[in-house]
């Protein structure tokens, strides 16, 4: 029986106790560390173990023709990649439409009125409705129109515009131009209700087997064929800093033992699947955060900590870029943080401190019209932290930084980015993870991932947090240990 097969009792180690949890710029890093792509001698181990769900291109070749054909395959592949981010962009686009304030007066559309359209079996048929929902849609996609004939300053409706025309090659100027608009975004809003209609199946299926362990794991590849969306939001390092904290505890880091940080999908703040907010300029989280959580639990040397950031969005790396660029010149970064009323308490907490180490609290931006339950905070962080932040334009599939073990990397972090993959994938980026982590280095995760003998990254523990009382809002963080050679 191959490795694959064997997969119900060897896959998930650390997950097999977890409970059901419903839920460019390229820069060189710190030493001159390059971007290459995974080797065929990584690479082969895995096409071994796996032969069964090899993709096209590689399934029922010797080793001979693998060898040839993987350097070809691998960039090919990381070209297919990265074409996945204009879906993703489309996605983004229908939560702006869906949620966004800044270029309507209509109300916000709530994810439950949208999983009205599903029940009421509207999918097929959304432009031809006259519910009350669907009329808001349209009139928010009649604003959108308008706003993206003049967006003035407006970033989100750049972006808006930058895609229909720009990129779709449709006309805002003529009748008919504005009909094939208004298609395209209704089409797009069915596409996502309908992908979102598949998802809960193949979830409520895996429920029901009633393993936890497999119901998690099925979450983790859960998007494996959807665009890559670059959404980000506060709560996910949340979950990070209750698991640095169990470490620490563990003694797996000590005090100031970690200098070297990557942050792999490090995510802007466009318009996010949840919250849906678009009334602040766009922003990005995780890297401050997790600096953040460092000092404040002294894993960290503010002196010393150094983040490099891995993401293959060109918007994503050139906003990081930008910034890194303006803090070298003295000028801080400032962060909004929304915040709804049904947080649990302990996600309160953490967004009462956030940037307590790294930031002076500023006045937030005002909240709009119809947003009654928000609660804002907002902070400045300070210039030399921002610039201790290094974009790098990387995919995590079919890339990783070459570094002597000196230079690798003592923590990563990778939140809701292994879910866009499927296993194979998964297992190559895991392997690309083991050759840039440390002996003894962890990466955090809220996925399970396929841990084959042969690798050096093991699940060491756990922890879960739970956000609100929302169903499944909350995420299982997994640590993964890089063993020595």
Known sequence: MSIYSQRKTKLFTASLLLPALVGVFIAQTPGARKVVFTPYQDAKPILGAEAEILPKGLVGKSSDELARDWPAWVARHDREIRTRLAQGDEDSLVNFLAFGTSYTRQPRISTAQLAELNQAGALNSIESQNSPVVNTLKARIDDLIKAMLTPGANERVLFARQMIVGQKHFSLNTPAGRTQVERFLLESVTRVLGEHAAYAKVLESARLLGDPSEEFAER???????????????????????????IKAGGLFTADSIAHVAIIGPGLDFTDKQEGYDFYPQQTIQPFAI???????????????????????????????????????????????????????????????????????????????????????????????????TPVDLDIVAQRVDAPESERFDLIIATNIFVYYDTFEQSLTMNNVEHMLRVGGILLSNNALLELPFSRVHSAGYTTAVYSDREGDGDHIVWYRRAVD
């Open 291 to 389: 600096i953040d959580t460092l000092l404040r639990l002294g894993l960290a040397n503010a002196r010393a900590l150094q983040v490099t950031t891995f993401d293959l969005s060109p918007r994503v790396n050139d906003h990081l870029a930008r910034a890194r660029a303006r803090a070298q010149r003295g000028k801080s970064y400032v962060v909004q943080l929304p915040r709804t009323i049904q947080w649990k308490p302990e996600a309160i907490g953490y967004w009462e401190r956030f940037g307590d180490r790294i930031s002076v609290s500023v006045k937030p931006v005002p909240v709009p019209a119809g947003t009654s339950d928000l609660r804002m905070r907002a902070v400045s962080i300070r210039p030399d932290i921002v610039a201790r932040v």
């Open 220 to 246: 983790s590849r859960l998007y494996r064929t959807r665009g890559l969306s670059s959404d980000t939001s506060l709560l996910p390092n949340f979950a990070i800093e209750e698991s640095l904290k169990a």
